[in-house]
């Protein structure tokens, strides 16, 4: 399996459809709630954690996301 940092950053990639590092801002790479929400879900399920419509609201960073779900892998 790999990492969390480098799951996280598939999925942005994957949904933004371009390069994405962990010090981009989520809404510059123009991806809307409904984005985002498809990569919690993602990583809810791939790491069997969950996190909260506040935690969700909270996050700006793509490195945001990172720790989060870091934090709640543990």
Known sequence: MKNIKQQVLDNFTRVARKKVTE???????N???LDLAEI?????EEFNISISDE???????VSDV???IK???E
């Open 23 to 29: 010090n981009d801002d989520i809404k510059a790479l």
């Open 31 to 33: 991806i809307d709630s």
């Open 40 to 44: 919690i879900v993602l990583a809810e």
């Open 55 to 61: 935690e969700l609201m909270s996050l700006v960073l």
């Open 66 to 68: 990172i720790k989060l």
């Open 71 to 73: 934090s709640k892998h």
